[in-house]
């Protein structure tokens, strides 16, 4: 079992609509969840990142946390072609400088 | 200000040959990450540097991966003897190192291939 699970897609979503991307995690000991955008060929940007359970809002962004269940997603609403791209979720086990442990991504396609 | 530079950009090596990889991480930046990004997968971690300190070398893959940070700032990583599976995107990332959710700011990359 990886230490963190995406589905690698391609998840398809039409201009407009709410596109939810979905991650677990295995260990418990995880304190910081982040969610990391990857054009292709290009490096990761940070989106989001989220420590308490809950949601967390940042534009047309939502990161949403559930340590109990081990699972984080981040929903794009009023989705557009721009957000093509891989959505890379990863965890660190501290709540300061660490490490990143990355799930594999999960590729998004905005078709208009 | 500038962003995370890494070079070479590209660098094809043939089996056997040793490779250096650069980072210049954001003036400033105390905390310092390489990772490995193989086609289709999340990035790795290889290696972590506060300043010149190389905390954590857990995720280097085998001896043949060395890494540095002399004075604190540029970071070199080196393969020795590469072989086919070494042949990836190696990305460095910095961060400030204050307070809490501290992001890693990522540099374009190095992609790697060994023929």
């Known amino acids: 079992q990886k230490e963190v699970e995406q589905n690698s897609g391609p998840l398809s979503v039409p201009e407009g609509a709410i596109a939810s991307l979905n991650c677990t995690y295995s260990?418990?000991?995880?304190?910081?969840f982040f969610w990391y955008r990857q054009y292709s060929g290009k490096s990761p940007e940070l989106i989001m990142f989220?420590?308490?359970?809950g949601d967390k809002e940042d534009g047309r962004f939502t990161a949403q946390l559930n340590k109990a269940s081990q699972y984080v997603s981040l929903l794009i609403r009023d989705s557009q072609p721009s957000d093509s791209a891989t959505y890379l979720c990863a965890v660190s086990r501290s709540y300061n400088t660490d490490k990143l442990i990355f799930g594999t991504g999960t590729r998004l396609q905005v078709f208009p | 200000g500038a962003g995370v530079s890494q070079s070479p950009r590209y660098k094809v090596a043939k089996r056997g040959q040793d490779v250096a990889l650069r980072c210049d991480p954001i003036?400033?930046?105390?905390?310092l990450f390489w990772y490995q990004q193989a086609l289709g997968q999340g990035p790795e971690f290889l290696t972590y540097f506060q300043n010149e300190a190389q905390l954590d070398k857990s995720g280097l893959p085998s001896d043949r991966f060395f890494a540095e940070r002399p004075e604190g700032s540029v970071s070199t990583l080196k393969i020795q003897r590469t072989q086919q599976e070494d042949s990836a995107v190696y990305l460095c990332?910095?961060?400030?190192?204050?307070?809490?959710?501290?992001?890693?700011?990522f540099g374009p990359g190095t992609r790697l291939t060994v023929l």
């Open positions: 989220i420590y308490s359970n």
């Open positions: 990332a910095s961060s400030f190192d204050r307070g809490m959710m501290v992001e890693q700011f």
């Open positions: 260990d418990r000991g995880s304190q910081s």
């Open positions: 003036s400033g930046h105390v905390s």
